[in-house]
């Protein structure tokens, strides 16, 4: 989003911008992160070097059907943040990651000058859409031996009911988010299946 670029709609969760110029673009925004930024991530279980369970969350998201849908995890990143606490807290609160093991595998990585964390796997960024200027952080999280926590809710009205549970793999990879085929792919949980 540039400063120049006007403003068409806007509201809590998105705006539609409009560049300046010969051949104005239209595009949108996220107004609820602040700067467009968001993180996302995948939750599985392995068995034998096979990913045996991915975690399905289940939301209110009107833009896929009525009712609770099956989405990725995720959650905005706050302006001036780094994407790492953002996806940290959105395990612990949306899937039920305990915080000693969240935060713990984070400390861990820090003090042994590691490149990579144990469970926590970063997978680079992705857009979107091409009509949208939203950047997605996306990760996959090891949880094989892990008992979760219920999830909770950020009292926001797309998590209303929203829960999560183990699914087969199919189940989760034939839902209708993007970010769940994206993190799929990239982290190679579609390959050990």
Known sequence: MNAEDKVLCKNEWLSLMQTTGEHPYTYATMSRTENS??????????????????????????????????????????????????????LIEEAGVPEEIAYG????????????????EYLGHAKLSKQEDTTVHLY??????????????????GEKDAYCKWLE????????????AAIAIRSGIIFKI
């Open 105 to 120: 595998d984070v400390e861990q990585a820090m003090k042994d000058g590691a490149d990579g964390l144990e469970r926590l």
């Open 169 to 180: 793999p199919h189940y989760v990879l034939g839902c209708k988010c993007p970010l769940v």
């Open 37 to 90: 930024q968001l993180v996302a991530c995948l939750v599985y279980k392995t068995a034998d070097n096979k990913v045996t369970h991915l975690l399905g969350r289940y939301e209110n998201t009107p833009c896929h059907g009525d009712g609770l849908a099956l989405t990725s995890i995720t959650g905005g990143v706050d302006k001036g943040s780094w994407h790492l606490p953002a996806v940290l807290t959105e």
């Open 140 to 157: 996959a999280f090891d949880a094989t031996g892990m008992d979760l926590n219920p999830s909770t809710s950020d009292g926001t009205i």
